[in-house]
């Protein structure tokens, strides 16, 4: 058990150089993700509360643990991962790119005689891009009889994969959205106290989420997709890992496609398969037409 000396100790741990950069080899060879040199005082400050979570004292003896085969097996690893990897996410985030969804490519899809339109959230953290993305497609579903929609979502923190699947979120975080989308995607609380909402049932039944890491292999097959977003994510990846996936991602979608990177993004330089169509916004050329 760890005494109270102990716990106060852990405040005055300080993460060294040599401990730093394994976690550095380890965030970049699994993840992608590039940790600098300055994000030492983050990650410090962070791990923390893991040394505290799992009553070990000092940086050195929590390194050896977290990359051991029982860090691993007690999920110690991957309470690293999701403390390590950034969540930042909100309803309709960079909205314009919802405004692109419903007004560009759906009308596109269906006056091409298509039907069921499957879109991915690559890097979805607490769900709410995914759950907007179903808000959008179930209003075009109501004015577009024959129309239906499957929505994939994935990140590789299993914490945020677990609250997107609760699909439970404070009050606050849907006070921005207009009062018609509340209303009929929303159910508060019965308890007056309780100050959270719920994702409706036919939203929730239409997202698949699940653990994923980009880096490794998707379980979608090639040109399967028509949309995927995968924004806000690639910021935080080294170039080669970020080409790398990039290029897994566009062989995902169906060649017309759509591609959406964060608003900050460009990731034209990385593939000759795709042409930017929006701020931000990729789509992937169908050689049978050239478009
Ligand atoms: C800042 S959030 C972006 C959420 C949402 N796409 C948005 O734009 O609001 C980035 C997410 O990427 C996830 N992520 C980081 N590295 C990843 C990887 N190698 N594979 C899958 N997801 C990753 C993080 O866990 C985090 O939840």
Not at 87 to 94: D, L, P
Not at 108 to 131: L, Q, V
Request: hydrophobic residues 40%.
């Amino acid at each position: 058990m760890m005494g109270y000396n102990d716990a106060l100790n852990i405040y005055n741990q300080k993460l060294e150089e040599k401990e730093f950069a394994r976690i550095q080899d380890f965030m970049l060879n699994k993840l992608g993700v590039k940790l600098s040199p300055i994000k030492i005082v983050m990650v410090n400050s962070r791990l923390i509360k893991r040394l505290k979570a799992s009553e070990i004292y000092n940086f050195p003896d929590y390194i050896n643990y977290v990359f051991s085969f029982e860090g691993k097996r007690s999920g110690e690893l991957q309470c690293m991962i999701d403390e390590l990897t950034t969540h930042k996410t909100e309803f309709y985030r960079e909205s314009e790119h919802f405004d692109f969804l419903k007004n560009i490519v759906l009308p596109e899809f269906f006056k091409n005689g298509k039907r069921n339109f499957s879109i991915w959230s690559a890097g979805s953290s607490t769900g709410e891009e995914a759950f907007t993305m179903g808000m959008i497609l179930n209003d075009f579903k109501i004015f577009n009889a024959g129309f239906d929609f499957s929505i994939l979502a994935s990140d590789v923190s299993n914490a945020v994969v677990v609250k997107a699947t609760e699909a439970t979120y404070l009050e606050k975080n849907i006070a921005t959205l207009a009062p018609n989308i509340v209303r009929r995607y929303f159910v508060s609380s019965k308890d007056v106290k309780d100050n959270t909402v719920q994702v409706v049932k036919l939203l929730k039944d239409k997202v698949k989420f699940s653990v994923l890491n980009l880096v490794d292999n998707y379980p979608y097959p090639n040109n399967s997709l028509d949309v995927i977003f995968c924004r806000n994510t690639l910021i935080y990846f080294e170039d080669k890992a970020k080409r790398e996936v990039v290029n897994k991602l566009i062989s995902k979608i169906k060649p017309g496609g759509y591609l959406f990177v964060g608003l900050s993004e460009t990731v034209s330089q990385y593939s000759s398969e795709i042409k930017q169509v929006s701020p931000s916004v990729y789509k992937k050329i169908d050689r049978s037409n050239g478009l």
